[in-house]
């Protein structure tokens, strides 16, 4: 394993102080929006995907596409928000393959294809509550991830899904840095994972997933903070143990395992019970932010007695 100095060691929060710090500075001389501060080209829109209208939707508004692909987290491609949408549209992503291992009965490789084909894709309306306190509503395009790890017949010994994304330093230039542990790495207890509300996301506003949002196959689970939601998955593994994941071991005092989003629990660095919608405006108020980021009465069954200021 090779090591990290603990200079090298950057925070998702540290870039976020100086990346607002950077953009406040710039709205307030040039009162812009976002949008403006990009090319005028926008990001490249996918194929159509055949989709059904899927439950659990909210009603609110989504954001717009240029908010939801070019304001972005994803580290294999630097570090700044525009950073994926500038740097991962020559990411190759066909063909593609899903590794799935562990306590299970059914391990194995299989396509993507295999991984879809037997699916209903579904559109579902979520909001994506980001640890840095802003939010976006995004049509997502999925299935429930409950659904694919059922194939793989789970033994009772699996406890926790624990998802991989992709090493390849030639492709995602920020791997050639130790801003992470690479790969990046996820997990979900058993029941988290089988919960209805867990997608597994092939696409946004009915189209293919565009690269920087995670290409072509990412989770998204609504109740959590966005960071939860690994991109471009190669394995899933069963395991007995609760596994690391890449923001605790880059950060063990401020991101757990969890990770769902609680509003009466301050992060170390700042209070978590307001967040900034995305695209609302410069002038817009921050809105209360939800407990379980506003699916508490679907989910809140799962944490219970368990100690929510210990397991953040
Ligand atoms: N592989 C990988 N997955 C990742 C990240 C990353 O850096 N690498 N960032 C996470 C974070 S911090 C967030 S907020 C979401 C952002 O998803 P979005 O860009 O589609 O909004 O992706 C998550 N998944
Ligand atoms: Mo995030």
């Given at each position: 394993m090779k090591r990290i100095l603990s200079s090298e060691i950057t925070s998702e929060s540290n870039y976020r102080n100086r990346r607002q710090f950077i953009r406040d500075a710039g709205l307030a001389i040039g009162g812009g929006a976002l949008a403006s501060a990009l090319p005028l080209v926008a990001a490249a829109e996918g194929r159509d995907l055949a989709t059904v209208p899927g439950p659990h939707s909210t009603d609110e508004t989504p954001n717009s596409w240029t908010d939801v692909t070019t304001y972005n987290n994803f580290y294999e491609f630097?570090?700044?928000?525009?950073d994926p949408y500038r740097n991962a549209g020559d990411f190759v992503t066909a063909p593609w393959s899903v590794k799935i291992s562990g306590e299970c009965d059914k391990p194995g490789t299989h396509a993507l294809e295999d991984i879809m084909a037997p699916h209903t894709l579904e559109d579902r309306v979520y909001r994506h509550r980001c640890v840095e306190a802003w939010s976006m509503v995004v049509p997502w395009v999925g299935f429930p991830l409950g659904d694919l790890l059922k194939r793989f017949a789970p033994n009772s010994n699996a406890k926790f899904v624990r998802f991989k994304t992709l090493y390849d330093p030639k492709q995602m230039p920020g791997q050639r840095r130790a801003i992470l542990d690479w790969p990046y790495v996820e997990g979900l207890t058993i029941a988290e994972a089988m919960h209805p509300l867990t997608l597994m996301v092939v696409g946004v506003f009915g189209k293919e997933l565009p690269n920087q949002n995670g290409a072509p196959l990412r989770l998204v689970v609504p109740w959590k903070y966005g960071f939860k939601g690994i991109k471009s998955i190669v394995e899933i593994e069963f395991t007995r143990r609760q596994p690391r994941t890449s923001w605790e071991l880059s950060a063990p005092h401020e991101y757990g395992f969890y990770a769902n989003v609680n509003p009466e629990v301050d992060h170390p660095r700042w209070s978590q019970a307001r967040e900034r919608r995305i695209g609302a405006g410069l002038f817009a108020s921050k809105q209360p932010t939800l407990m379980f980021n506003g699916y508490a009465d679907e989910v809140a069954e799962l944490y219970a007695g368990l100690d929510l200021r210990k397991n953040y």
């Open positions: 630097g570090t700044g928000k525009e």
